[in-house]
């Protein structure tokens, strides 16, 4: 079975930055699209960002321009650059392909002051 390891997430001050990472036990070149979703308490889990093979990106309205999601299928990682963060964005943030498999255990992003 897939499993999708996460790591990053911290405590941040408003407009302050985090960059999260990805790595999985499969091959992500088989992953034609990759995402980070995010799931808030008593919010229904969101897709906010999702990359292609093919380099095909696209993002949730609520981060564009203030997140950067990028693959590297040599190192079988997925990043999430993350700017200008707003307490909204506080959540716990989970990778995973698209359609998503069996969900790893996420990393927190707090935002807070």
């Known amino acids: 079975q897939v499993q999708f390891v996460e790591s990053g997430g911290d405590l941040v001050q408003p407009g302050g930055s985090l960059r999260l990472s990805c790595t999985t036990s499969?091959?992500?070149?088989?992953?034609?699209?990759m995402g980070w979703y995010r799931q808030a308490p008593g919010i229904q889990r969101e897709l906010v960002a999702v990359?292609?093979?093919?380099?095909?990106?696209n993002y949730a309205d609520s981060v564009k321009g203030r997140f950067t999601i990028s693959r590297d299928n040599g190192k079988n990682t997925v990043s999430l650059q993350m700017n200008s963060l707003k307490p909204e964005d506080t959540a716990v943030y989970y990778c995973?392909?698209?359609?998503?498999?069996?969900w790893g255990q996420g990393t927190q992003v707090t935002v807070s002051t």
């Open positions: 499969g091959n992500i070149r088989n992953f034609i699209a």
């Open positions: 990359i292609t093979t093919g380099g095909v990106i």
């Open positions: 995973n392909k698209s359609p998503p498999l069996p």
